[in-house]
């Protein structure tokens, strides 16, 4: 927000102070900012503030053909770009009509999970961050840095894959990557020992996250909360298991679910779901090799490919909760509107402004990344 | 849209349960369809006493999201709410018309709390006004004083073409380049932005 549009709360005299939090500031996920007001460093008020990541995307995806737009897509949200691809993909091929190969829909589980591990790690480094443990920081950006380099060679990019396209996936895996998988798998779960000590059941840690944002399971499903978020506080609800796509019904995986509802409680759910993720990801290197077929559906000449009228919503888990895109389309060559609801849209205004009121200021940081907001979901 | 009931239904009786709690209130077209996304075509006065029955008696805790699609043709917004019953594993999406002027409706925040999120949204980009929410301000385009931008009307390379200028790039380096005939290899003619000042336009 520039000085000049901002607009200070008129109060009467009080001990009362207003501080800006963010946009640049260690403690904020992404350029995001919270208006924190302050009654000694007791937050008694707090307004999130966004905008600064805005490019249009929903906009920009109007202006563009149905095929254009899987470049654009997982732009969205850097950490977990994946679910986006999944998201719209799933969207155009319900409008098509397309069936999609089952061996692509396996090789669709491998990315997701991956990008979930990818995505869970790069949130504990930030999180431990936020009480100065800058340890865990730079193990888990350079675990998932392996992450990474299994996706340059599954899909030529590191961050952005643009690997899912409407149809099926864009490319096979390669000759011992499958391998390379399973090593990295056994790599990180002998790492989770150590990670415990440094970070999960480290003192430190937990007298910092221990009741802190605390989120009622009643609060929770009123302010819309999703994902590892809500099962923090006991309850059960995954896209995954509840409204099941790809293969996922015949995999097996747990829910994991904490009951507190604090930041601590959110930190080991996403521990234990990192668990979860390998032993998904291990199901699919079993029975990948002996599922035969296509990993492409064929489709039209993609350049001029009108997509049939109607409208679908299409609902995924990422790491961070319920993704979901609505796409309408008129039967034209490029989207009517696409509508992307990131569930971060819920964690970081609401929910974010309903737990950092009443919060000591040091805590803010550390609430804001237990939630693990995305601020670019909220900003599109 | 898909017209017949799938087969491989969660929950097979969740549309005749629908039908059966939609009765209480008229003013509601509810074409089957998969069974884990059903979709009503509402009035748009019948709406929330829909979504307070939905969330009261039906177990759709859950606001998912509202969309709001443009119909210029039509002269018309479309104000889709999905919501999401974790217990019988559904997602409905209520789809209403409203006028689009004056382009008013009411707010469900008193239904569902984060509507106040999306309605904010909405308000923002399409320039719908919703009575009764707390939070119709700027939240995203706090900077922005054009019209809202995500209405078929607003054509953001017009947009761009009446507000900034172009500037051209023959940096040294280009310079030398471009005197032995090199240079970008897009010629202008082909460019999707043409270099056009201000005052030529």
Redesign the interface.
Known sequence: ??AE?YQARHQPPSHEYELNFGPNHPGIEGNYALKVRLHGDIVTHAK????YL?R?F???ME?RLWIQNIALVPRICVPDPAPMELAYSTAVETLCGLDIPVRAQWLRVLQMELSRIAAHLFTFGGHAATTGMYNTMFWGVSDRDLVLDLFEELTGGRVYHIYNIPGGVRRDVTEGFLGRVAQFLDYLESRLPDYDNLFFTNQVFVTRAKSVGVLSPQQA????V?GPNLRACG?A?DVRR??PYLVYDQLEFDIPVEQAGDAWARTLVRRAELKESIRILRQVIERLPGIPGPIRAPIPNPLAWNVPA????A?VESSKG?L?W?V?SNGGAKP??T?I?GPS??HA??VLETLATGARLEDVAQIMFSLDACPPE??R | ?NTEVSTDLVCPDVYQWLCHLLKEIDGITHPPRHA??QRLDVKAEALPALLALLQGKGSF?????I????WPDDGEFEL?Y?VTS?EL?V?V?AHIRIPRAPGRYLSIYDI???A???ERDIFE?YGIYFEGSPWMEK?????WDGPP??RKE?D?EGWVNDHFDWQDYHPDWLKDLEAQGGGIAIRSEEQRFSRKSKDEG
């Open positions: 927000m520039r549009n999130a503030d966004g905008g805005h249009g929903e906009k920009l202006q499903l009123e302010l819309g999703t309850l609800f509840d409204d109607g409208e679908y919503y609902r319920e979901s609505y309408v009517w509107r509508h609801r849209a819920m205004v609401q909220v900003d | 849209m884990r996304r805790v859950h606001l998912s999201a969309s709001a699609v443009d889709v999905h974790y594993k997602t999406s569902y709390k984060p106040g999120f999306f980009m939240f995203i385009l706090t900077e931008p995500m607003f953001s």
